[in-house]
């Protein structure tokens, strides 16, 4: 099967990014030579109007679409089609000084000055009024060009407002999920500290000691964003009802569930900053494959688009470090990998002030086309041109991994464990990694989905087990499923409430175990964990353990794995529960990596799932497929400074060496893409 | 001599804890429960109310006791004795929102919003007026019932609170104090950065660059503090003149002079949560031996209450470790080694939710008693009930070591040493620690104690010195007192104005030194001291000097040891002058822990104070004593993961293995009790 | 060309410093001793009122003037002048309650409490009356004092107001600048972020996403200081038009474009709080020598005033640590060496309270003279009497460093290289250190002063090229002089906008080169960079490069260093073009230290610039001259705690040992003074 273009008229994978004439309008030799070298960077596509509001609107119901006109046709002429922001990622200044109550409060209700971006209320009827008028207008205008193939929601949606309209919506919200106070103040476990709440008008204030709370608050923030968004969406969709829409995420950006934006867009975009040669480049690979697959998962599989990347720096990281030569290639290569059918820029030129004025653009303040980094968008743009019969391809995985915002949001409002930040996210890109390294397609989702699909499941930390998902894990495995599970599981409802009797609470009879304590870590304590002989994977030798160990009592389940000391030396950590025809795998402790990669590779291999190539891949090389069913199109990617050798099955060579005996050679950083009969 | 017990009524230790059944009101089930698993664990207390005045008066003037009468009753009927607490830990929703004064100001003089606990302005005539209704009606409910042992005042004070109400007050706190503003401004030394105050009302922020400034609204705190105590005691001494008062403090909680508030309670409590395994345990036990020791001197020796502890994992620590098996036990013991009369938990049973759901409980989410913490509480249960004789009786100390609070405040508010937060307990808890390893028997106490009934005081850094202080430390010398003072002592006066003329100020004489200069080191500085040949306690060789060097010039003291490099080469470093009958210490410089091992171990040895056991102690293995004067309990316990052996007088094993040959062998986290004639 | 002294009375290099009888008044017997300690330390001044407004006017109009004329008459006796002092730098609480707009807004534009120090609004029109209120009556009553020799402005002017009059006033700023909302909008490139000001009165917060309105608004805050500078002097030269004017400087503090203030005061003065003793105390030496020869070139080589020093600890340090015996003479010459016609204290006494009561004193609080510090000081007033003649000769440099405020502040307010704070001071200093290293005589100048007068000028990161000075320096070029630029120069203009078409922008020419981009490196990073062979310098061998490496393009330079490895091996890192009768050197990378010393150090040799002894100097002795054209004096100072020894030309030894075959012999800390002809 094969999904169709982002557009109707798209036959090319979307090449292109953030172009700003708004910054140049004085510069008519700029704009001039803008698109001339869009044609020499393989440029296909343009997104206007992220942030143009104050030059769109200069004063209250004044428009001026003179400029815009003239981009349009500009780039119309020029080939180049276009994607068109609503302009409500930031305010005019105009609008904070004449209705502040659009500004923000921060936690403590004190309003924000004007400035930044991204912080408008999403509540405020203003701000929604004048979002709603200004879309309006650029749907009239627009609708009909030929060169308009896309809606770009306002941009990177995020933060928080503690708003006297955005408490009282919050309270509202409230009502309508628990009806009464009684029910409220159940739920919120409020007698604890005397936090009874007896009038809905007290809930004025996001009390940290309240965690369930806190995860509510998320909820709403979540659902309010959504709300503005649909509020923006109204007139897009009545005024311009065939151009599809999408939104700019931002990984597994914390404040936002992604998934429940998801279903009102047509495509899911995302921009991708990792860090590159901050660490040995295929962990960062791995985490951005992650979340790759998240996107592409997040719309059953429909292409994604990869909205905003640089080809050199990014500005605002810690330490800005240039991408190496083929870098940008290869992880450009990697999004369409791994579903993306568009490779995007922020931004197409640099802007001469401003707070990003260093970020990575394809034009840069040399402002010619002989830089190092233009040659290299050049060559991505003449690579996606040889990959043109990938479009609508998609991946088909047996193996999902569950990353669940609703999980991270309760187990970071817990004390209780440890005080690591960002302890969930990393949990569940370890065990990502070790299928990551053996080309294992994956399909990262939230814990809502069906699993019916899959052959494997794994569910690390989930935390938090909200109605029916107990229930679903339990069908998924009785009917031939393997799921595995981890430490820090089944802890508490979907209220934050514990789950009374034994955690995993309802997935004690899955799993066949009950967790009876769990021993948190110093940095400085090791315990460690050793196979069981003739266990089911054929598990050898000891591994080290940090951070929880979980002491497990089966209850029905098999033991694998042990410790080796300390007063629960004998006490299993490993367990596998075989029910029905599937079986659930619980592991009690952090484990370190290799154990990862040899459990789930093991696992991985007696189910025989889909991998993008059947053969064992050398370390830091990484391979992902896409398909339409009938033909198959293998990327190979290089993630390291030396040249790997992978066999693999024959095919026409898209991009990259031809084999020799069956090797494919990959240059340093390189990538290969082969296109073969399925 | 035997106290009486904390109630005429309680013939036990008592063991138990922070009971809520306001929480599980819908659930019957789990309050019937309740019982039957306290009578399994041995508990025969709980505390019942903190934090519950939500629930008693969920609208203003409408009370709610029936639960609370149940819950009496139904505890009385197990043979549970009940301690009342006074809500007043944490303010209804309600309350915080119809009269806002009650909620605190921060030092920039913001309201903060409702939430959170502990946090109520102590001024506040409104919180005075409810909290002294709430209380007199529960004293008038509950006074004559036969389950009804102790009051629990709120829980924890602390905190501060610069409303416009708290200003004033300290205004006039301080006009009490000083009578004229010329007279603070003197006090205050206000010419310095023109602060002079011309006006009561200008003293309206509390400005860190006026040290004394700080100092005395720690005072103004504490005493307003002690203000509200007195306002929630009064309907309680008037209607129920025959139940003793406590209140649970913290440790050495910085904020609060708890030496100020033991006069109006009949006994102290603490709460108390060591970070047990985050350190070599000896190190725990030592810092946590010392607190004990303080609480017991705090009230001449009666016992306290160990108020508040877990059985398992403290959850708001950054590393939540659980307790390993007998270290619960252990540490319980301990508290009673200590001068406790009480093992009592926070709390009974967890939570479902709230910020504190995972903190250890005895009842944990497993809701049942096969749990090895359970079975850890319940085998505490059961050895309290063999140490019944030890109720009352108290420890003797000959040596005293200072702690006080006012000198700590005033050493933090300098700027001019090093910025290193907590250094005056440390170094304290570090002279403490080297008589703790000897098992001498030892008080804390604060500088305005009677010194007269110890052979041996030790007063590191007594930096402040407030009137009459030096005569005391003076006389005690002249009358046959060891004194061991140290560098940073005697550089204020009450005030916090530098005496002048050379330090330590008006304890020149008694030491017999002048500290001429002080040389304040780098963490990478290393020095040394060397002890002089033929000094009269056989110390030898050089000892390592880190952070603090005094240059001392001996005015009538013998030099015991001197600096070994740097310019200071050959100046003293340790004195000691002979004045009177006794004898005054002087240490220069923060010397290697071995040190003090050595010096406070061979000064305790030539005087003969009362140690616990008269034999030398393995590395880690501590000591403790009661006694009634005739019979006496030694407590031998041992902080290490291995055996150990300690050999001591023949007497009635209460607790642990019988002795062979004269050993007392203790198990790995073990311990013992004999009860000895004395 | 010798200078006049700071006031034609003053035949001695000043020695004391701040001195505050205001807070002994009721200490008469103080007041007695100090001028007896004063005579016995060699004090010659006294810098009086710092601070004493409160003292001065007690309440609004009522002014108490008696104690100052005490104090003047009192001094005047005992030989000792007054640097008089206007009170400006404390607010009194007074003050501040009657006027809350005294006291500033924070950047969120709350209003400060009073308290602390430093913090008046210089905009605020009733303090500035105030001000010149109190300045007038101190210059009317004192102007004819035969003590008064200098005015000393305030106190250390620092921080920034974000009250509304500020706000008011830096929008007419901006309007004066701009004129009109469309020049400032370009400027600022507002239309990135939509961050566009459509009227003068949006512009009310300070928004750091908009990096070149955070570099106005410190342009602003200096003019805003000067302004109100200028309100304190009108009245001071109106009334007393003979006596001079100072303020007391604090290094290179970030906030405030010190070149700005000088031109309106007849000195500069500057405080040196050096952290001693923390790193090898040449390296500190180097650092302090930097500002010392920054204040110098300030005011055209006029002999600046070392307001403030300490001769023991630094009481605001992290660790305070006390200088070292013979450190504080050692550091007083070497402010005598490098221009100093004064070494002045904070403070002569210490206070008895107040936040600085352990800052070094000459008088502490033994409050005699029998105290090492005390002797070290009447030994630095000793030596300095020694020295009489070095009074107003001064050091010409063929060598200027830039240092330059605007430069730093664009630098510090962009984002895309690293997050380092204080990078450029720390690059400039690491420049300078390796003439320090050599005895070269160094102007430290900003980019606006003339360089016709120097044969070399070395200006690493000249990040910001204000209009005109890529023309100077094309032209110093051009007419012979060797410029040395480095990586992160010629980014940006005036306004903050990047040139375009190639960095460094508008010096391109000048340096013969681009810099077509830039690596910045993590910290684990390391690069190297070797010498051609055959280079002009004779360079040898490879250097280690770090943080930066920027890839440059000959465009008519020679190369003379490129890069190792990486995808840059090859590339072009070091260049010299020559130009003129000129040559200009180009460094492309952060190279080690030794580079630096072995770079410049050549350059310098080649070019036979004025060096303070035509020696090496062993590591950690520092050499520096003054001269009157006809004599000069040679200080050489040894920062090691080693004797050294040092071949110098024959001259009259006015400090020191007399040499012993053309070597002089430098005790450890040790300095020497020689006279010798020019």
Same mark, same amino acid.
């Given at each position: 099967?094969?999904?169709?273009?982002?557009?109707?008229?798209?036959?090319?994978?979307?090449?292109?990014?953030?172009?700003?004439?708004?910054?140049?309008?004085?510069?008519? =030799?700029?704009?001039?030579?803008?698109?001339?070298?869009?044609?020499?960077?393989?440029?296909?596509?343009?997104?206007?109007?992220?942030?143009?509001?104050?030059?769109?609107?200069?004063?209250?119901?004044?428009?001026?679409?003179?400029?815009?006109?003239?981009?349009?046709? #500009?780039?119309?002429?020029?080939?180049?089609?276009?994607?068109?922001?609503?302009?409500?990622?930031?305010?005019?200044?105009?609008?904070?000084?004449?209705?502040?109550?659009?500004?923000?409060?921060?936690?403590?209700?004190?309003?924000?000055? !004007?400035?930044?971006?991204?912080? !408008?209320?999403?509540?405020?009827?203003?701000?929604?009024?004048?979002?709603?008028?200004?879309?309006?207008?650029?749907?009239?205008?627009?609708?009909?060009?030929?060169?308009?193939?896309?809606?770009?929601?306002?941009?990177?949606?995020?933060?928080?407002? !503690?708003?006297?309209?955005?408490?009282?919506?919050? $309270?509202?919200?409230?009502?309508?999920? /628990?009806?009464?106070?009684?029910?409220?103040?159940?739920?919120?476990?409020?007698?604890?500290?005397?936090?009874?709440?007896?009038?809905?008008?007290?809930?004025?204030?996001?009390?940290?000691?309240?965690?369930?709370?806190? &995860?509510?608050?998320?909820?709403?923030?979540?659902? $309010?964003? &959504?709300?503005?968004?649909?509020?923006?969406?109204?007139?897009?969709?009545?005024?311009?009802?065939?151009?599809?829409?999408?939104?700019?995420?931002?990984?597994?950006?914390?404040?936002?569930?992604?998934?429940?934006?998801?279903?009102?867009?047509?495509?899911?975009?995302?921009?991708?900053?990792?860090?590159?040669?901050?660490?040995?480049?295929?962990?960062?690979?791995?985490?951005?494959?992650?979340?790759?697959?998240? /996107?592409?998962?997040?719309?059953?599989?429909?292409?994604?688009?990869?909205?905003?990347?640089?080809?050199?720096?990014?500005?605002?990281?810690?330490?800005?470090?240039?991408?190496?030569?083929?870098? !940008?290639?290869?992880?450009?290569?990697?999004?369409?990998?791994?579903?993306?059918?568009?490779?995007?820029?922020?931004?197409?030129?640099?802007? #001469?002030?401003?707070?990003?004025?260093?970020?990575?653009?394809?034009?840069?303040?040399?402002?010619?086309?002989?830089?190092?980094?233009?040659?290299? %968008?050049?060559?991505?743009?003449?690579?996606?041109?040889?990959?043109?019969?990938?479009?609508?391809?998609?991946?088909?995985?047996? %193996?999902?991994?569950?990353?669940?915002?609703?999980?991270?949001?309760?187990?970071?409002?817990?004390?209780?464990?440890?005080? =690591?930040?960002?302890? /969930?996210?990393?949990?569940?890109?370890?065990?990502?990694?070790?299928?990551?390294?053996?080309?294992?397609?994956?399909?990262?989702?939230?814990?809502?989905?069906?699993?019916?699909?899959?052959?494997?499941?794994?569910?690390?930390?989930?935390?938090?087990?909200?109605?029916?998902?107990?229930?679903?894990?339990?069908?998924?495995?009785?009917?031939?499923?393997?799921?595995?599970?981890?430490?820090?599981?089944?802890? &508490?409802?979907?209220?934050?409430?514990?789950?009374?009797?034994?955690?995993?609470?309802?997935?004690?009879?899955?799993?066949?175990?009950?967790?009876?304590?769990?021993?948190?870590?110093?940095?400085?304590?090791?315990?460690?964990?050793?196979?069981?002989?003739?266990?089911?994977?054929?598990?050898?030798?000891?591994?080290?353990?940090?951070?929880?160990?979980?002491?497990?009592?089966?209850?029905?389940?098999?033991?694998?794995?042990?410790?080796?000391?300390?007063?629960?030396?004998?006490?299993?950590?490993?367990?596998?529960? #075989?029910?029905?025809?599937?079986?659930?795998?619980?592991?009690?402790?952090?484990?370190?990596?290799?154990?990862?990669?040899?459990?789930?590779?093991?696992?991985?291999?007696?189910?025989?799932?889909?991998?993008? &190539?059947?053969?064992?891949?050398?370390?830091?090389?990484?391979?992902?497929?896409?398909?339409?069913?009938?033909?198959?199109?293998?990327?190979?990617?290089?993630?390291?400074?030396?040249?790997?050798?992978?066999?693999?099955?024959?095919?026409?060579?898209?991009?990259?060496?031809?084999?020799?005996?069956? =090797?494919?050679?990959?240059?340093?950083?390189?990538?290969?893409?082969?296109?073969?009969?399925?």
């Amino acid at each position: 099967m094969r999904h169709p273009p982002i557009h109707p008229s798209l036959g090319s994978i979307l090449h292109g990014g953030d172009y700003n004439p708004d910054q140049w309008l004085d510069r008519p =030799d700029v704009l001039e030579a803008d698109t001339r070298l869009m044609r020499l960077a393989g440029v296909n596509v343009a997104t206007v109007g992220v942030f143009a509001w104050a030059t769109l609107e200069p004063e209250e119901g004044v428009y001026r679409f003179d400029w815009l006109d003239e981009t349009f046709d #500009r780039l119309h002429r020029a080939g180049v089609r276009i994607v068109l922001a609503t302009p409500t990622g930031a305010k005019p200044a105009w609008m904070s000084h004449k209705y502040p109550e659009i500004r923000r409060c921060g936690p403590d209700g004190r309003r924000e000055p !004007h400035g930044f971006r991204h912080n !408008h209320c999403w509540t405020s009827p203003i701000y929604r009024a004048r979002a709603r008028e200004i879309n309006s207008r650029l749907a009239e205008r627009y609708g009909n060009h030929p060169a308009l193939v896309l809606w770009h929601l306002s941009n990177e949606y995020g933060g928080y407002c !503690h708003c006297p309209l955005c408490m009282e919506a919050f $309270q509202g919200w409230l009502r309508r999920r /628990y009806e009464t106070l009684d029910a409220l103040d159940k739920a919120w476990w409020t007698r604890f500290w005397s936090h009874t709440f007896t009038d809905w008008r007290q809930i004025d204030f996001i009390d940290p000691t309240i965690p369930a709370m806190v &995860v509510d608050w998320k909820r709403f923030t979540t659902d $309010q964003c &959504v709300d503005f968004m649909l509020a923006e969406i109204e007139p897009l969709r009545r005024i311009t009802p065939d151009i599809p829409l999408t939104h700019n995420m931002m990984g597994t950006y914390e404040p936002l569930d992604y998934w429940r934006l998801a279903p009102h867009l047509d495509r899911v975009s995302w921009d991708a900053y990792p860090s590159w040669h901050s660490e040995p480049e295929h962990r960062t690979a791995a985490h951005t494959a992650f979340h790759c697959d998240m /996107y592409r998962a997040m719309k059953g599989g429909r292409p994604w688009i990869l909205m905003e990347s640089t080809p050199s720096r990014v500005n605002w990281q810690k330490v800005c470090r240039s991408k190496k030569p083929g870098m !940008h290639r290869l992880a450009s290569l990697q999004a369409v990998a791994h579903g993306s059918d568009a490779v995007m820029y922020f931004q197409w030129r640099a802007g #001469r002030g401003g707070a990003e004025k260093y970020h990575g653009a394809v034009v840069d303040h040399n402002a010619h086309e002989h830089t190092r980094v233009f040659r290299d %968008v050049a060559q991505v743009g003449a690579d996606l041109k040889r990959l043109e019969r990938v479009i609508g391809t998609s991946t088909a995985a047996d %193996v999902a991994v569950v990353y669940d915002w609703e999980c991270r949001w309760a187990y970071e409002a817990a004390q209780g464990f440890r005080a =690591d930040p960002n302890d /969930y996210p990393a949990t569940v890109i370890g065990f990502y990694r070790a299928l990551w390294k053996r080309g294992v397609s994956v399909d990262v989702i939230n814990a809502d989905q069906d699993f019916s699909r899959y052959r494997m499941v794994v569910a690390p930390m989930l935390y938090m087990l909200r109605p029916g998902l107990a229930e679903r894990i339990d069908r998924f495995v009785e009917e031939g499923g393997v799921f595995v599970g981890s430490y820090l599981s089944g802890l &508490v409802d979907e209220n934050d409430l514990c789950f009374q009797g034994g955690f995993p609470g309802p997935l004690r009879q899955t799993l066949g175990v009950v967790a009876e304590e769990i021993d948190i870590l110093y940095d400085h304590d090791r315990q460690s964990v050793s196979a069981q002989p003739d266990n089911p994977l054929g598990l050898e030798g000891s591994f080290a353990a940090t951070r929880y160990c979980e002491l497990i009592r089966p209850e029905g389940a098999q033991v694998v794995g042990s410790y080796d000391a300390d007063f629960y030396a004998g006490t299993p950590a490993l367990t596998v529960n #075989r029910r029905g025809r599937g079986e659930a795998w619980y592991l009690g402790a952090r484990l370190e990596e290799r154990f990862q990669d040899e459990m789930l590779g093991r696992l991985a291999g007696r189910l025989g799932v889909r991998r993008a &190539v059947d053969a064992d891949l050398p370390e830091g090389v990484s391979a992902a497929v896409r398909t339409d069913g009938e033909r198959s199109y293998l990327f190979l990617m290089n993630f390291t400074p030396h040249p790997q050798r992978v066999r693999t099955a024959p095919g026409t060579v898209l991009l990259g060496n031809a084999p020799t005996d069956g =090797d494919l050679e990959l240059l340093p950083w390189g990538a290969a893409v082969v296109e073969q009969a399925r």
